[in-house]
């Protein structure tokens, strides 16, 4: 088969073309979601979008308490008595959510304390006799689109108060962080476990920690 003359030429003049101009769009459209998306904006809206009263962490305003069925006094169970966060939400260093305590687990305490004068244990010893589960309210509850593993953060030595503050000073637990996608990703740019478990990949580590697949799989 005879080759036309210049072809190849015609062919590369209109491939430069193409790609300069797939390459401009490409450049403004990233400028645009620079502006739009910024790494501290603390919601997934432009700020022309953004309405107050849309939450992307669902849950109390920030610093409220959430109403619960028993008045459970952190500060009493962590502080003054000094137990461990993960007693009680076991399943935070094994797997993708942190669990509640079981009924059961609480009465293996509780059988052994009074209740008279403290109608907060009647009404644990009651849900106990009738073998039901406390229905406690989630305080931190992000939305289905963000998968978020506990173990992960758990295991790399991140402080369950980076996220939850300062629950050993709480009663009942409130919200005290955003948990927003600019957190996040602020949080992931900076934290030391990322230097301290990582080593010399740690630049690789947190730039995966961008990939819009980590957080929305």
């Not at 603390?42 to 309405?51: G, I, S, V, W």
């Amino acid at each position: 088969m005879r080759q036309l003359p210049g072809t190849f030429l015609v062919f590369a003049v209109i491939s430069s073309a193409v790609v300069g101009s797939t390459g401009c769009a490409t450049n403004a459209a990233e400028s645009a979601a620079e502006a739009a998306f910024t790494r501290g904006t603390k919601n997934l809206l432009p700020n022309e979008l953004f309405d107050d009263n849309l939450v992307t962490a669902v849950g109390k305003p920030l610093e409220e308490q959430v109403e619960q069925p028993i008045a459970f006094p952190h500060s009493t169970h962590a502080q003054t008595l000094g137990m461990e966060c993960q007693y009680c939400h076991s399943s935070a260093r094994k797997g993708v959510h942190a669990g509640v305590p079981s009924t059961q687990l609480c009465m293996g305490c509780h059988n052994l304390v009074p209740t008279e004068g403290r109608p907060e244990l009647d009404k644990l010893k009651d849900y106990y006799a009738k073998e039901e589960p406390i229905p406690w309210v989630k305080v931190h509850d992000l939305p289905d689109f963000v998968y978020f593993n506990h173990k992960r953060h758990v295991t790399g030595g991140v402080q369950c108060q980076e996220c939850h503050g300062q629950v050993q000073e709480m009663g009942v637990a409130a919200r005290v962080a955003t948990l927003e996608m600019g957190w996040c990703l602020d949080c992931h740019a900076q934290h030391d476990s990322i230097d301290e478990n990582y080593g010399t990949k740690a630049e690789l580590r947190r730039a995966e920690l961008k990939d819009c697949y980590t957080c929305h799989k």
